[in-house]
């Protein structure tokens, strides 16, 4: 047996191996843990820089999910190519609709800012952001059959991602009724005409 092909395949398999663990660990961290938090904070946090805080944390995240994408593609190329498997396929078309996301939501920001009312960019942006948050949790766990991971591991990622779909939809509906509880006071008032990049945080709603 020739001893130096058995150490290149073992190299070769032990790089696989990290590969698949930062690539899993770092890419669920992008969309099960940090996009969320980035809605959270757009949802909660009531000061004049929040949705420029927003637009940053999201800028991290999409940094985390294409360093995620790089390893997947390059584990993919040490592996020979999987590039017909659903959660690679997946993989590819999530990362890209995040980035045309962000552009979306960098168009709408840049035009309430001009306009002051919403804009089309604003819906898609939202709606496509909510779809892709559904998609990336369920690529998860085809990242995990894929990989064939423990039952165990499985269970925890369900719970963690059921745990924050939870949340989500939580912040969600509380920040919609107060949102509808704020709406008449400004009307009366006039005050959203005047809000400036703080209204954007008040009256925008971004995923």
Known sequence: ???????????????????????????????????????FILRTLKM???????????????????VGFGLGSWMSSLMGGLYGEAHVI??????ILFLVSAIFGYLHHKNFLRTQSPTHERHIHVWLG?????????????????????????????VVAGLVGITYAGVWYWSKRQR?????VAEATGQQKNDGVAGDSNAVEMT
């Open 130 to 158: 909510r779809f892709l948050l559904i998609l990336g949790l369920i690529n998860g766990g085809t990242g995990l059959k894929l990989a064939d991971n423990t039952t165990a591991g499985g269970i925890v990622y369900g």
């Open 48 to 66: 004049k820089n929040t949705v420029r805080f927003h637009a940053m944390w999201q800028c991290v995240g999409l940094i985390l999910l294409l």
């Open 90 to 95: 997946l993989g590819i078309v999530i990362t």
């Open 1 to 39: 047996m020739d001893i130096g092909s058995t150490e290149d395949i073992n190299n070769t398999l032990a790089l696989i191996r990290n590969a698949q663990i930062a690539h899993g660990v770092i890419a669920s961290l992008a969309i099960v843990v940090w996009f969320p938090l980035g809605v």
């Open 180 to 184: 509808n509880e704020r709406e008449p």
